[in-house]
């Protein structure tokens, strides 16, 4: 398992890349999510105001 964090625009760019030259024979498979830790800090400053 390889974790990454890169700009969202940035992950069809990697993805081709890792599909294309790093793995070689193995098998890749992609699970973006999103690092949603600003907008919940902010939500809760915003609540306790």
């Given at each position: ?30 699970y973006p999510t999103y ?15």
């Amino acid at each position: 398992m390889v974790t990454l964090r890169l700009p969202a625009s940035r992950l069809r760019e990697v993805n081709r890349v890792i599909e294309n030259s790093a793995w070689g024979a193995y098998h890749t498979e992609f699970y973006p999510t999103y690092d949603y830790k600003a907008v919940g800090i902010g939500n809760h400053e915003k609540a306790k105001q």
